[in-house]
C-alpha cells in the first residue's frame, strides 16, 4: 500500500509558477513510477508527466517545455515544477504510483492516488 499526498496549488497568474509536491510513504519509492495527471471541471483526468526510478521522464505534449518532473528518492518525494502557466493549466492535479517499473500515460495503469491539490491560473 502507497499513501500519497499533494501540496502547493494555489492561484497564480498567468505566466507564473507553482510548484508541485507529492510525498509518498508505504512502501519503497524509489521502486515506484510516479505520475501527474490533472482533471479539469467536467473533463477526464489527464495525464501530465511521469517519471521512472531511473529517471526516465515523459510528458503531455501541452506542457512539455513549461513543466518539469523530477524525483527526490531520500525524500521519498516527487514534484512538479510548473513555470509559464497558462488559463488552461486550471485542474486539480493528481499525483499518482504504480508499481509495474513502466511509464504509462493511462491512468488505470496506477495503483495509487493522492487526494489532488488545486492549481487554478488567472488570465
Known amino acids: 500500500q502507497v499513501h500519497l499526498v499533494e501540496s502547493g496549488g494555489g492561484l497564480v497568474q498567468a505566466g507564473g509558477s507553482l510548484r508541485l509536491s507529492c510525498a509518498a510513504s508505504?512502501?519503497?519509492?524509489?521502486?515506484?513510477?510516479m505520475g501527474w495527471f490533472r482533471q479539469a471541471p467536467g473533463k477526464e483526468r489527464d495525464f501530465v508527466a511521469a517519471?521512472?526510478?531511473?529517471?526516465?521522464?515523459d510528458y503531455q505534449d501541452s506542457v512539455k517545455g513549461r513543466f518539469t518532473i523530477s524525483r527526490a528518492n531520500a525524500e521519498n518525494t516527487v514534484y512538479l515544477q510548473m513555470d509559464s502557466l497558462k488559463p488552461e493549466d486550471t485542474a486539480v492535479y493528481y499525483c499518482?504510483?504504480?508499481?509495474?517499473?513502466?511509464?504509462?500515460?493511462?491512468?488505470?495503469?496506477?495503483?495509487?492516488w493522492g487526494q489532488g491539490t488545486q492549481v487554478t491560473v488567472s488570465s
Open positions: 499518482a504510483a504504480t508499481g509495474t517499473g513502466v511509464i504509462w500515460r493511462v491512468k488505470d495503469r496506477y495503483n495509487y
Open positions: 517519471i521512472s526510478w531511473t529517471e526516465n521522464k
Open positions: 508505504g512502501r519503497t519509492f524509489s521502486r515506484l513510477v
